[in-house]
């Protein structure tokens, strides 16, 4: 059975993961309600990302230009690569992720959100999980 993971106005649907592929990939569906976004540009330094948009336009941060994701079309991010998203539409969007190889897993999500149910966030504590998992923020200037 999927595992389904809330993070306010995230929702993902974690379908495989490193442990079931030995590492092979991490698959999950990320529905996105309108306006949400990741607040903190990031990149990973030990996988690359492909986005498949399954519905509604999602927009996509690759190295300060916007690339918007429909549904049937795709975006594949490498390692190292900056990057963030936002639902700008007024409906849902949700697309397939694809991370390879699988060394992410849920338990990420699972602390992230964890720390958001707590009210506000604490910066320095989603910096230090981000950091632990692999994920490395980019600071906006």
């Not at 569906?29 to 509604?56: C, F, K, V």
């Not at 690569?81 to 699972?110: D, E, K, M, W």
Request: with cysteine; glycine share 10%; net charge negative.
């Amino acid at each position: 059975m999927p595992e389904i993971i809330n993070l306010g106005a995230l929702q993902l649907t974690f379908l495989q993961s490193k442990d079931e592929t030995a590492g092979g990939l991490d698959l999950f569906e990320m529905t996105l309600q309108p306006n949400a976004r990741m607040p903190i540009p990031h990149y990973h330094d030990r996988w690359d990302e492909t986005i498949y948009g399954l519905s509604g336009i999602s927009t996509w941060r690759i190295e300060a230009k916007d690339i918007d994701v429909a549904p049937g079309e795709s975006l594949y991010i490498k390692r190292g690569v900056v990057h963030g998203f936002i639902n700008r539409s007024p409906r849902p969007a949700t697309c397939l992720c694809i991370l390879s190889p699988g060394v992410l897993g849920p338990q990420y999500f699972r602390d992230m959100a964890g720390l958001l149910s707590a009210g506000s966030p604490d910066p320095a504590k989603m910096k230090e999980t981000m950091l632990r998992y692999g994920l490395v923020p980019v600071m906006q200037s």
